[in-house]
Each structure stands twice: as structure tokens, then as C-alpha cells.
Nanobody, 113 residues
């Protein structure tokens, strides 16, 4: 059973930055990974994904502001978030892509002045 632990969230002012981290119990070598988020009252959505050769793809609304990266051993995935906006407020989760693992608890990001 893969365990995912997200961290790094918090309260930040608009235009601020945060770096989220996700540790995975085991290696993620050969696995596509992603960050997802779920805002209050909305469905969970894919924010960014990264392939095994570190090719990346982003949700249109975060392009140019967010950067996903990874370490295969030990397994970890990161999300650098810059120029944050109030609409980025959500609980952020990491998982494989396409998602097949159980979800972790996520980390709450609140963007507010």
C-alpha cells in the first residue's frame, strides 16, 4: 500500500509563493506523478503532471506560475507555486497519474489578504 504525505501548505498573501512537497513510501521510478487540488464545493482537478523523463503539463490557469518536479529515489514530488491567486485556494494532493493510489490527507493552501 503506497502512502502519500503532502506538506508545505499554509496561508499566503496574493502574489506570494509556496513550495509543496510530497513524500511517497517507496520509489516512484517509472511512474507518472501529479498534483491535484480540490477547492471548497468543487471537484478535485488535475493541476500538474510529470512523466518519467520529467516532461510536464499544467492546468491552463497555473501555467507560468507553478512548477512540478520530482526525485525518484526516495520518492518525492514537489510543486513550486508562485504568483498565487485567491482562486488557487484549495487542498492540494499528490498521486500517481492516472490516479490509482489511495489519497493522502493533502495540504491546505489558502491565498488571502
Amino acid at each position: 500500500q503506497v502512502q502519500l504525505v503532502e506538506s508545505g501548505g499554509g496561508l499566503v498573501q496574493p502574489w506570494g509563493s509556496l513550495r509543496l512537497s510530497c513524500t511517497v513510501s517507496g520509489t516512484i521510478f517509472g511512474i507518472y506523478m501529479a498534483w491535484y487540488r480540490q477547492a471548497p464545493g468543487k471537484q478535485r482537478e488535475l493541476v500538474a503532471r510529470i512523466t518519467t523523463d520529467r516532461s510536464t503539463k499544467y492546468l491552463d490557469s497555473v501555467k507560468g506560475r507553478f512548477t512540478i518536479s520530482r526525485d525518484n529515489v526516495p520518492g518525492a514530488v514537489y510543486l513550486q507555486m508562485d504568483s498565487l491567486k485567491p482562486e488557487d485556494t484549495a487542498v492540494y494532493y499528490c498521486n500517481n497519474y492516472p490516479n490509482t493510489w489511495s489519497w493522502g490527507k493533502g495540504t491546505l493552501v489558502t491565498v488571502s489578504s
